[in-house]
């Protein structure tokens, strides 16, 4: 079966049952909005009036400046927000950069900066042209992609992919498939077909993942003068392209059906997670991969990149584990290493940070700064890559489902106006406080009664989730992780649905546990000095150090662990992932480890867990705090544990 009112794959490729609807089609609301209007306010909305590199003398503003990726970056980001807000003035912002790209082409069919001629930065801006084109349907798109994929064509083989590029090579492929789509010209699936050749071969790593040790265990690296040496193992353990890479598989899968193409993102994901995973859902990263050890950092761009891949996957594939896990990585993650007010970043973050400060720590090839709440701490490439992590987020929240109905993805506070049946227009209102919160309330508003399938994603971690419509009892169906409902749907129609969330906790580095409730990891309430280091304009980098113990083991009954805690709820307020009032906190007991300290500017090595704490601190239980991950800038969140 084919969605009539939606584009989705042609022959040859793999008709998916679920795909994205068009940039727009969904909205935020509640916090989730207030997240893209702090964003607003805050680097995304003012960064190229002070940063050089996204500023007037960009490349890709036909300057002399910054000519590679860090322009189109900061548009993937930009473009989307200012649509999803209806921000006027960041709308104007982004289109001169749009229309410069689309009058940079040449009669070739090359664009962009001429003064740069690698693929992989054009690969970024198509991505932002595709979303500009669903917001706008600027017919102007399509005639720039159809003539520089046919510039590609004829370039590609005496040009072929190199570095970045190499690595990246699904990105460019994401963009062809979108065009053919539309087009339906045989010419670019030959031309994918030479891509995915000439491409990093990730099907045959994931496969059999071979860096299952940190980088540094491969090579020791000895500066970028020297990486010549060692380039294939540096790109395959780069941490961002590993991110990126995850779903180049699962494109390939589309067009050859190959199981093992399939096969292969399923074994990198589990590979990843049990050699480097950290329990955001993502894997470590200082810039390459490096272990479990929760000290280790994961650098942000790969969280915004990996978010993008798990999007991709959810069309591609339809399982919802890549919806859970996305919902792991955009709750907490994502918020942890940017400020609250959204005027400052991380290059990378740890899942146990207790100490944030330019010093040296046991990073793979990061410098001293790294860890910084700042303009640019480390590598410039976060802060124009960072903003396209909420806005593209917002996209996935609802998919089209291709027996012409709708599905409810990702949970957040949001509306979607969509097209189902015979092309019936329909909006619902999805109204929640989720993640902080189990309650979800969708209210239909339609054009006129009218028959599709509504399917409601079931969370892996809810065990009795409940669903009514009008408040009474509905019959049902669950089929492959959803509710499906499959009713004539009339005026402010509305369905319930009831996600319990108790208190679970996994395994990880040393046999010490995470604290989940729901989608959202719990960390130590630590509290938080900031101390200036400098002021960059209108921006300052900032260290932060505790002002509270942090080192201390969770009592913890691992067989009823939310016997050990006392859940408490709070308002949640225009900023949820605030330290000070978060809408959800855990009250438990622990004990101080005095043997567990800083070393090298990080928490010690955990202790393996259980530990024995009989004669430390002389066995004395304190109440601790414990907060959403997203919240605590400084944090324990794997933690050593002993039995009550």
Not at 122 to 144: A, P, S
Request: net charge negative; hydrophobic share 40%.
């Amino acid at each position: 079966m084919k969605n009539a009112n939606y584009i989705s794959n042609i022959e040859p490729l793999i008709e998916s049952r679920q795909f994205t609807l068009p940039l727009g089609a969904v909205k935020p609301n509640g916090w989730l909005l207030n997240q893209l209007k702090l964003q607003s306010q805050g680097l995304t909305g003012h960064l190229e009036e002070f940063w050089d590199s996204v500023g007037s003398y960009s490349g890709w503003l036909g300057g002399t400046g910054e000519n590679w990726e860090r322009g189109p970056y900061y548009l993937d980001g930009l473009l989307p927000l200012a649509y999803l807000i209806d921000d006027t003035v960041l709308k104007e912002k982004a289109q001169k950069w749009i229309e410069w790209a689309i009058e940079s082409q040449n009669e070739d069919g090359n664009f962009g900066p001429v003064t740069n001629s690698d693929w992989w930065p054009r690969m970024v801006m198509l991505k932002v042209l595709i979303q500009y084109f669903e917001l706008t349907g600027d017919e102007r798109v399509i005639r720039l992609m159809t003539k520089y994929f046919a510039f590609i064509k004829e370039n590609i083989k005496k040009s072929p992919l190199f570095s970045w590029g190499e690595a990246r090579g699904g990105e460019l492929v994401y963009s062809i498939f979108w065009l053919y789509n539309r087009v339906g010209e045989k010419w670019l699936i030959d031309l994918a077909e030479v891509i995915f050749k000439q491409a990093k071969n990730w099907t045959d790593i994931f496969t059999d993942f071979p860096f299952r040790r940190p980088t540094g265990f491969y090579y020791k690296f000895e500066g970028f003068e020297k990486a010549e040496q060692y380039i294939t193992q540096y790109h395959a353990t780069h941490v961002v392209n590993t991110a990126m890479a995850l779903k180049e598989p699962g494109l390939y899968y589309q067009l050859s059906g190959d199981i093992k193409h399939k096969e292969a993102v399923y074994k990198g994901i589990m590979s990843l997670k049990e050699c480097h995973g950290q329990v955001t859902g993502m894997f470590s990263g200082d810039e390459h991969l490096n272990g479990t050890n929760p000290t280790q950092g994961t650098e942000l761009c790969s969280v915004v990149e990996y978010m993008f891949t798990l999007q991709v996957l959810l069309e591609v594939f339809n399982d919802v584990q890549f919806a859970d896990i996305l919902e792991r990585v955009a709750y907490n993650a994502l918020p942890a290493t940017i400020t609250s007010d959204f005027w400052a970043h991380q290059y990378v973050q740890q899942v146990n940070q207790v100490l944030v400060s330019k010093a040296e720590r046991n990073w793979y090839n990061n410098n001293d700064e790294a860890n910084l709440f700042g303009l640019e701490p480390h590598f410039g490439c976060c802060l124009a890559n960072m903003h396209q992590g909420w806005p593209k987020f917002v996209k996935t929240l609802w998919m089209a489902t291709n027996d012409n109905g709708l599905a409810a993805v990702v949970y957040a506070p949001s509306c979607v106006n969509a097209k189902v049946a015979d092309n019936v227009s329909v909006k619902i209102d999805e109204e929640t406080n989720y993640p902080f919160d189990d309650t979800i309330v969708f209210t239909v508003s339609a054009e006129k009664d009218v028959f599709f399938p509504l399917k409601l994603r079931i969370p892996s971690w809810c065990d009795n989730a409940s669903v009514s419509v009008n408040g009474e009892n509905c019959e049902y169906s669950i089929e492959s992780g959803y509710v499906v409902l499959r009713r004539t749907w009339k005026e402010r129609d509305t369905v319930r649905l009831v996600l319990p969330m108790e208190i679970k906790v996994n395994s990880w580095y040393h046999n010490s546990k995470s604290v989940e409730l729901g989608p959202l990891i719990f960390a130590l309430k630590i509290g938080e000095q900031w101390r200036e280091l400098r002021k960059i304009g209108p921006v300052s980098d900032w260290e932060v150090y505790p002002t509270t113990p942090w080192n201390y083991a969770l009592k913890l009954d691992t067989e009823c662990p939310g016997s050990s805690f006392t859940i408490i709820k709070n308002e949640v307020l225009y900023q949820p992932f605030n330290s000070e009032l978060p809408p959800l906190m855990l009250r438990g007991r622990g004990r101080r480890l005095e043997d567990w300290k800083l070393e090298k500017n990080s928490a010690g090595d955990l202790p393996f867990s259980p530990v024995q704490c009989d004669g430390v601190d002389e066995g004395v239980d304190e109440e601790i705090e414990l907060i959403p991950y997203g919240a605590a800038k400084l944090r324990i969140a794997a933690f050593p544990y002993f039995e009550p």
